[in-house]
């Protein structure tokens, strides 16, 4: 058996899964889930309740998402994860 034939293929297209855009984009998602669980864990972070914007850059987030009040006097709004 080769090292080609080892490899481990995509059941949507058999190509090899790191050349596929959906196994791409299932590793992206289960690291994105990861980051915003280990995130919720830190002090301070919660999830949004409403999806909204993040005072620090304008990235729209979505409800669930980390969010985190900034802290500053007289600056309103949320930090969302992009900035965290």
């Given at each position: ?27 992206q ?46 600056r ?9």
């Open positions: 058996m080769t090292a080609t034939e080892r490899e481990t293929r995509c059941f949507c297209c058999d190509l090899p899964e790191f050349a596929c855009g959906r196994a791409a984009e299932k590793r998602q289960a690291e994105t889930a990861k980051a915003k669980a280990e995130l919720l864990e830190c002090a301070g972070w919660l999830p949004s309740r409403y999806p909204g914007r993040c005072t620090n850059c304008g990235e729209p987030f979505a409800a669930g998402d980390p969010i985190s009040h900034p802290g500053e006097y007289g309103s709004g949320y930090l969302s994860g992009c900035c965290a």
